[in-house]
């Protein structure tokens, strides 16, 4: 064996025990959960972490400062994972985008299927659910109206925020071959951003409520020449397999969903906050608000109008920007805009792109 095989085998033995460690330490964490779960505490510890990332950065010996902190950063944000198994509403039914959003932001949920998404807002505030999933914007469609609408009316806060690409996948029964398919089923929207493959199938097309409605229409049916278009979820919830992978017809599709809860999230020191605000009738009044960000040097991630629907021309602005509303310089920022708008509300703080 040469010396650089030898070197290559060392390093992937030292890659398994990492593997193991990082196993235990996920376990480990699950426990953790439970224990919190009982005694009615809080999953976020912020004082807890800083004294984890400390201690490694304390220890990085050669490592680099920012490797070290980058590698225990997103540890810590996994261990919150499994420790959150609490009850989360999606939009029903399983096996859609919405439930790949919730595995995403915990591991082991109790899932509660809502009929719409107003009804995620009422989970969510009745105290049903320890969290909603709420799809919020997506990168070819834009934002989701009747969420925004909510948004404002409602008192949910957002307590994280999920990015998650959007791969559509052709689906059917085991064993059916591509050829034999005469029929793709799924949403009109899925449909439409798969349209250039279909056109290559030269197949008819079907619309169904969901995606996930579609991919278990052929299981219950066991329709052999029927495909639909569905993510993985669909996949493994209605035992289908998997004909052709990310049939989109534009790649860099991303749907953003926001996490529900009755309180946002504490500080992480990489936080985003998301506010809603009307405008005073007057010159410039849009120009003050941005003003004060620019100000303060607080950058600005997001911003949009959309109809107040109280009169026409009438508008109200959705923001995201970086900081929690709990720092000094960003509680500032906030006091000085509720003055110069009409109206503010912040949906609330919460780790960026968690």
Same mark, same amino acid.
């Given at each position: ?143 989701? !109206? +009747?969420?925004?609408? =909510?948004?404002?009316?409602?008192? @949910? $806060? #957002?307590?994280?925020?999920? %990015? ?120 410039? !009044? +849009?120009?003050?608000? =941005?003003?004060?960000?620019?100000? @303060? $040097? #607080?950058?600005?991630?997001? %911003? ?51």
């Amino acid at each position: 064996m040469s010396d650089l095989a030898k070197m290559r085998k060392e390093i992937d033995e030292i890659d398994t025990q990492l593997l193991e460690l990082l196993r235990r330490r996920i376990r480990v964490a699950e426990q953790v959960g439970k224990y919190k779960l009982a005694k009615g505490m809080r999953i976020e510890d912020p004082e807890r972490e800083k004294q984890v990332l400390s201690r490694a950065l304390a220890n990085a010996g050669e490592l680099s400062r920012e490797f070290v902190r980058d590698i225990f950063e997103r540890i810590i944000l996994e261990s919150k994972r499994a420790q959150r198994q609490g009850k989360i509403a999606i939009l029903g039914p399983r096996g859609t985008f919405s439930e790949e959003a919730a595995l995403r932001f915990m591991k082991s949920p109790h899932l509660v299927l809502a009929r719409d998404i107003e009804e995620i807002f009422d989970l969510v505030e009745r105290g049903e659910v320890e969290f909603g999933v709420l799809p919020v914007e997506n990168s070819l469609e834009g934002s989701v !109206a +009747l969420a925004m609408e =909510l948004l404002v009316k409602r008192n @949910a $806060k #957002v307590y994280a925020e999920v %990015i998650l690409d959007i791969n559509h996948h052709l689906l059917a029964l085991p064993g059916v071959k591509l050829g034999e398919i005469r029929k793709v089923i799924s949403h009109p929207q899925a449909l439409a951003q798969c349209k250039g493959f279909i056109s290559s199938l030269a197949v008819a097309t079907a619309n169904y409520p969901s995606t996930a409605d579609a991919a278990r229409e052929i299981k219950e049916k066991q329709l052999r020449d029927v495909a639909a278009i569905a993510p993985l979820a669909a996949a493994k919830l209605y035992g289908l397999e998997v004909l052709k992978e990310k049939i989109q017809d534009i790649d860099h599709n991303q749907t953003r969903f926001f996490i529900l809860a009755k309180k946002d999230h504490a500080p992480t020191g990489r936080d985003k906050t998301s506010i809603i605000l009307s405008l005073k009738d007057k010159p410039g !009044a +849009l120009y003050e608000i =941005l003003e004060a960000f620019a100000k @303060a $040097k #607080v950058n600005l991630t997001k %911003i949009e109008s959309r109809p107040s629907r109280r009169a026409l021309g009438d508008y109200i602005f959705f923001i995201d920007f970086e900081g929690h509303r709990s720092e000094e310089r960003i509680k500032r920022v906030l006091e000085e805009i509720e003055k110069r708008a009409s109206f503010m509300k912040i949906l609330g703080s919460y780790p960026s792109g968690g």
